[in-house]
């Protein structure tokens, strides 16, 4: 199965999906809690059910790696699926949610997109080219230019001081030095990294339905996208996350998180 053929279907499901998500986006829903303490809505199980019925007719030999429902990896290919990334958002009727979906081959993104269904805006990647299109352009997205810090527009995981665990100490040194620093809009903000509206964001505690979707967008726009030492991401990766515009911005990221997290450490 090819790059192309493989994103080829994912649009269809994000297609399927977005007819979904705005059946039930602001209106009077129930919101269960999974044991992580994190929402669920008919929603998301709606969507994922769909998915997984579309993709096992499609593809019986594929695995399926959902954040609903329980996971059955296939022996080469495995589509992820993280069917209302931004839940919280959802419930509360902000627009910036998304459906994830991707495929793997033994292990590897290949496919990759995101689906924002009440903005009418989707990126789809295969790690060598990246599209957006809002319904009326489609085009390549490409990354910005940006190589340092201090002029980075940044999206961040959370405020300083929001937590005491010494993690936050590179997460607070980051906020202080980009030149403008916004909390992190779930999937949204790496299709705006994809498109060059911003250059730089930082994440953790994210699941593998969280992020490998969105590698072959960021590498397919000409970004980086690794965990917080630079290490290609991956099933088992610990959901730290660094997604920059370009190679000079992610190592400078990756000294701030390391040189604050040592220094941090000496301090206890």
Not at 28 to 56: H, N
Not at 105 to 131: H, S
Request: charge should be negative.
């Amino acid at each position: 199965m090819d790059q192309e053929e493989a994103l080829e279907f994912a649009q269809h499901l994000a297609d399927v999906s977005r007819s979904i998500a705005l059946r039930y986006f602001r209106t009077s829903l129930d919101i269960c809690w999974k044991e992580d303490s994190s929402p669920v809505t008919i929603a998301d199980c709606k969507i994922e059910s769909m998915l997984r019925s579309l993709i096992r007719n499609r593809y019986p030999d594929h695995g399926i790696i959902g954040e609903e429902y329980n996971c059955t990896p296939g022996r080469r290919y495995s589509w992820i699926l993280d069917p209302i990334d931004g839940t919280k958002s959802f419930t509360m009727g902000n627009p910036l949610f998304g459906t994830l979906i991707g495929l793997l081959d033994d292990g590897q993104p290949i496919a990759g997109l995101v689906d924002l269904p009440a903005m009418g805006e989707r990126w789809g990647g295969t790690g060598r080219r990246t599209t957006f299109t809002d319904g009326i352009s489609n085009g390549q997205a490409n990354v910005s230019g940006c190589r340092s810090i201090d002029a980075a527009r940044l999206y961040i995981a959370a405020p300083p001081g929001a937590d005491s665990d010494e993690k936050y100490a590179g997460i607070e040194a980051l906020y202080h030095v980009a030149a403008i620093t916004r909390p992190v809009c779930d999937c949204y903000a790496y299709g705006l990294l994809a498109s060059g509206y911003c250059d730089l964001i930082v994440e953790d505690n994210l699941e593998p339905c969280d992020y490998l979707p969105l590698i072959p967008i960021i590498n397919g726009a000409g970004g980086q996208i690794t965990d917080w030492t630079g290490k290609p991401l991956t099933l088992n990766s610990d959901g730290r996350i660094i997604a920059a515009s370009t190679e000079p911005l992610l190592n400078a990221a990756i000294e701030v998180l390391r040189s604050s997290l040592s220094a941090d450490s000496i301090t206890r």
